[in-house]
């Protein structure tokens, strides 16, 4: 190595790998906007983002009313699912940490059915629950598998299976028992839906979830210490309980909020971080934002197939993710099962 | 000489025994303090002391001449480094990464290293040797070239003090050298002063100036080498047959361990 090298992180390095992705981002809105049953071709689209009134009243319904506001959440599901992985993988030291994972996607969803049930709105109430639910889950897990000091991997996953399993009873229970119009569908909770969407949502979701973000990561050179033993990061001025429970708390706000709107959808947090990873390494100031971003570009891929795939009918996106994530999920535990089993 | 550390009847207890009872001793700059003693006796606890990371229940441990609970944690991380018994990193960083991240003491509001930063962690591994690994894995390296890295990790803290947790525990006697003799180099040029436990007695008795015997929680014997490990001690301390002679070239204390077989073949001689 020369000195003149720099085989650090440079802000230019992340400005251009963001730059990047969202122009990845923006491309994949685009054509999925112009997919789906009824036909409206990329170049329609383009003019009409381009602002040249030249389509019709349907076409603009489809765009405007259907489609756009279904692949914005699908964008901001992704992205703060990949963030909650990110975070997860580093603070509990463990690679297949994931909200889905560890049950904390069920814990908000549950959250949010309890809501609706009460007559809250969407406004507040509601994913005001799905938070509380998330955090419940969260401590919950955490106080179950760190009772012998270390988080071990089997625990801990165990531990999620059986929170997952609870919880998805609770929502059948639930689902099952009463005959709210606003809960009408046992799969858009457990398989996850797009197709709900509103721009109230998104209107809600966007800042909170960009204000979390924002917060979370300011840590990421804290995560990166983390990632090397919480001892030494606590050594060298990381406040390691401080930033877990900021974290905690940002995570459950966040993935609470799109879970209200969305439903459970599982294991983007698993794989879109360990794609980026792989790409990009491990280095947490690139690979926040190179996850967000790329949790976005995912998830909207992923729902634009569930769309398409068996159309005119839709599949839930959950199950689009689910097919591609726990083969992944597998992939990971042989290939570095043995590694990763001691805390 | 001055004193860099000093530890003034030091109690501390996880729950309610004391596990540390009445320690003093201080560190003096440039010297390599070594720390013995048999499992359980305190030493992990004792050096996390030293580092400000547990709070004692009475006594005192001054940093430079004032207490070290008076330090926020990032100013004590400045002044001392620790390179820890075993560092597990879960994620594939690169070496000079890794490196790098000692600098985070030092870092303010901007969170990227800047050209000063690049600057002493390239000189901190030409120090430790480990330039060559630079762009490598660290899941890929050996335990002695991880140990180096870490080394150079701490030495990227610019810290003056270094604790060492058993650096030595997982290597093989070549590297169990070489440590101990970056270890003594880096006191000599660069004026740090090191506590290194160790369990390797014979061999850290040939590099530390002076040693302190841990003995269930107390100072059992501070001082030179050759003062502290006598067969006497020990056999005291460990409940160990051992012989203790003069290593023929460094004519420093070597420990013999008497094991029963070895005893039966004296016998038969």
Redesign the interface.
């Known amino acids: 190595?020369r000195?003149s090298e720099?085989?650090?992180?440079?802000?230019l390095r992340v400005v251009t790998t963001g730059l990047i992705l969202s122009g990845l981002l923006i491309m994949i809105a685009l054509i999925s906007l112009s997919l789906g049953p009824a036909k409206v071709s990329l170049r329609e689209v383009l003019a009409w983002v381009a602002g040249h009134k030249s389509i019709d009243q349907t076409a603009w319904m489809i765009l405007f009313k259907i489609r756009l506001p279904r692949i914005l959440l699908a964008g901001l599901v992704g992205f703060t699912l990949s963030i909650g992985g990110v975070v997860f993988?580093?603070l509990l030291?463990?690679?297949l940490a994931e909200p889905f994972i560890l049950g904390v996607s069920s814990g908000a969803a549950v959250g949010a059915i309890t809501g609706i049930v009460l007559g809250l709105g969407f406004g507040l109430g509601v994913p005001l629950l799905s938070f509380m639910g998330a955090l419940f889950t969260i401590l919950l897990v955490m106080g179950i598998s760190s009772r012998h000091g270390g988080l071990e991997s089997s625990t801990l996953l165990l531990t999620g299976v059986i929170v997952n399993a609870f919880f998805t009873a609770v929502i059948m229970f639930f689902i099952t028992t009463t005959s709210d119009s606003r809960l009408h569908s046992m799969l858009f909770w457990l398989y996850g839906d797009l197709s709900q969407s509103r721009y109230a949502h998104l209107s809600l979701g966007l800042p909170i979830i960009l204000i979390v973000s924002g917060i979370l990561y300011?840590f990421?050179?804290h995560l990166?210490?983390i990632?090397?033993?919480e001892?030494?990061a606590?050594?060298?001025?990381?406040?390691v309980e401080l930033l877990k429970w900021i974290s905690f708390l940002g995570i459950s706000l966040m993935t609470g909020m799109v879970i209200s709107f969305s439903g459970i959808i599982g294991f983007v947090g698993l794989i879109v971080p360990h794609l980026m990873?792989m790409l990009l390494?491990?280095?947490h100031?690139l690979l926040i934002p190179a996850s967000a971003l790329g949790g976005a570009v995912f998830l909207i891929g992923a729902d634009t197939l569930a769309r398409i795939i068996l159309s005119p009918s839709e599949l839930p996106v959950g199950v689009i993710t689910a097919f591609l994530g726990a083969p992944f999920f597998i992939y990971l535990l042989k290939q570095r099962g043995s590694q990763w089993t001691?805390s | 000489m001055d004193s860099e550390l000093i530890l003034k009847g030091v109690y501390f207890s996880y729950d309610d025994q004391w596990c540390l009872e009445g320690i003093d001793f201080e560190l003096k700059k440039g010297e390599i303090l070594g720390m013995i003693g048999p499992n359980g006796s305190g030493k992990s606890t004792l050096l996390k002391i030293v580092d400000g990371l547990l709070k004692i229940q009475k006594g005192e441990v001054l940093l430079l001449n004032r207490p070290i609970s008076s330090y926020r944690r990032g100013d004590v991380a400045r002044h001392i480094a620790m390179v820890p018994q075993e560092t597990t990193f879960r994620f594939p960083f690169s070496v000079f990464e890794v490196v790098l991240m000692g600098r985070f003491p030092h870092s303010g509001r901007f969170p990227f290293e800047g050209k000063e930063d690049l600057e002493i962690a390239h000189q901190s591994m030409q120090l430790t040797g480990t330039l060559d690994l630079a762009r490598r894995s660290i899941h890929e390296l050996s335990g002695g070239e991880k140990q180096r890295v870490l080394i150079a990790r701490a030495l990227t803290q610019r810290a003056e003090i270094i604790l060492l947790d058993e650096p030595t525990s997982f290597l093989d006697i070549r590297h169990k050298v070489e440590t101990f003799e970056l270890i003594s180099s880096l006191t000599q040029t660069q004026g740090l002063s090191v506590i290194v436990v160790s369990q390797d007695i014979s061999l850290a008795a040939q590099y530390c100036h002076r040693m302190l015997l841990l003995n269930r929680g107390s100072v059992y014997k501070i001082g030179e080498p050759s003062e502290v490990i006598t067969a006497d001690t020990i056999r005291t301390v460990y409940q160990c047959p051992v012989l203790v002679d003069k290593n023929p070239i460094s004519k420093t204390p070597r420990v013999t361990v008497l094991s029963k077989r070895g005893e039966g073949e004296k016998e038969t001689l």
């Open positions: 190595m000195r720099h085989l650090g992180l440079t802000p993988q580093a030291r463990n690679p300011v990421s050179r990166n210490l990632v090397g033993g001892e030494s606590l050594q060298m001025g990381v406040e990873r390494g491990p280095d100031r001691q």
